[in-house]
């Protein structure tokens, strides 16, 4: 199985300021027949599902606002909220999807200071 | 928009069988690779299995020998059985969606809103 390991498990950060989580896979997640990264971040808020936010590593999915971004390829990943908000309180997983069986990280608990 | 919904018994004698049914509403139950995922109170999220409307299963292979996910493309649902259950599979459950193109996309734009399911005496 491939390992997803995210860092930190958890930040708390003032309003405003930039949360950087990221996502380590245990081997590469990038098929080279059609050169996509097979990695997807979600949101999931306290008694709600998931939330998809990224897939294919970087494609925002819609409606997500742009204060969001995701970035890195093969093994690395990042989740990046530019300016965290008061509504971006929540716990983000990563997943990789390039083999089944599909994994997520243990997730990163992301607070207000 | 894809509407998901899971539905089934709370509480689960141990060694008994887990069964749960979602219903897809809102889209074609063809479109998608049905998929169940838990999460037990507190931790992380666990992939259980995909269907497609045609084709085999494919079960995490942690659970294979106990899950069984099928599909009803008559009534729009998909469905899990779990078998020989403890309370290590005490969990929220849910259901979602998960995209393909010429080969399925492992990500998942559609969930239900998850039940909780207690294995207990």
């Known amino acids: 199985d491939i390992v997803m390991t995210q860092s930190p498990d958890s930040l708390a950060l003032s309003l405003g300021e930039r949360a950087t989580i990221n996502c380590k896979s245990s081997q590469s997640v990038l098929y080279t027949s059609n050169y996509k990264d097979h990695l997807a971040w979600y949101q999931q808020k306290p008694g709600q599902p998931p939330k998809l936010l990224f897939y294919w590593a970087s494609t925002r999915e819609s409606g997500v606002p742009d204060r969001f971004s995701g970035s890195g390829s093969g093994t690395d990943f990042t989740l990046t909220i530019s300016s965290l908000q008061a509504e971006d309180v929540a716990v983000y997983y990563c997943?990789?999807?390039?083999?089944?069986?599909?994994?997520f990280g243990q997730g990163t608990k992301v607070e207000i200071k | 928009q894809v509407l998901l919904q899971e539905a089934g018994p709370g509480l689960v004698q141990p060694s008994g069988t887990l069964s749960l049914t979602c219903t897809v509403s809102g889209g074609s139950i063809r479109s998608n690779y049905w998929t169940w995922l838990r999460q037990p109170p507190g931790k992380g999220l666990e992939w259980i299995g995909y269907?497609?409307?045609?084709?085999?299963?494919t079960y995490n292979p942690s659970l294979n020998s106990r899950v069984t996910i099928s599909v009803d493309t008559s009534k729009k649902q998909f469905s899990l059985k779990m078998t020989s259950v403890t309370a290590a599979d005490t969990a929220v459950y849910y259901c979602a969606g998960a995209r393909a193109g010429d080969y399925v996309w492992g990500y998942f734009d559609n969930w239900g809103q998850g039940t909780l399911v207690t294995v207990s005496s």
């Open positions: 997943q990789q999807y390039y083999t089944t069986p599909w994994t």
């Open positions: 269907v497609f409307h045609s084709g085999t299963p």
